[in-house]
């Protein structure tokens, strides 16, 4: 009993399990920009190519169906079973997307474009 003990404390001389090493590097991008906003480029390859005043006008679009949709599915109806729309439910996820088209006018606002 004592011997199964002292061996349980032992380090194996070969190791129990072998872990797979990989050989591929990890490229970092570059995420470093001089001035007041990033490059254009952090937007992808649709947005970056897209006018700011464009970007502009399909966000307050976005945020004011999105806005309607929340209004009519919470504020003005009280949610029930039978007061659940899909439509506004899907409709007011377009709020946060347009907070996210508005970050990406200014920033091709701030480049130029």
């Not at 399990?17 to 490059?39: D, F, H």
């Not at 003005?76 to 946060?96: A, E, F, Q, R, W």
């Not at 508005?102 to 474009?113: D, E, F, L, P, Y």
């Amino acid at each position: 009993m004592t011997i199964g003990m002292v061996n349980s404390f032992v380090v194996p001389s070969t190791p129990l399990i072998k872990t797979a090493r990989s050989t591929a590097s990890i490229k970092m991008a570059e995420t470093y920009w001089e001035g007041k906003a990033p490059p254009s480029k952090v937007l992808g390859p649709v947005l970056e190519n897209i006018p700011s005043p464009a970007l502009g006008v399909v966000s307050m679009i976005a945020f004011g169906i999105g806005t309607y949709c929340v209004h009519e599915s919470n504020i003005l109806h009280t949610m029930t079973v039978d007061t659940i729309y899909p439509k506004y439910i899907v409709g007011s996820l377009l709020t946060p997307i347009s907070w996210g088209l508005h970050v990406a006018s200014w920033i091709n606002k701030q480049n130029g474009k």
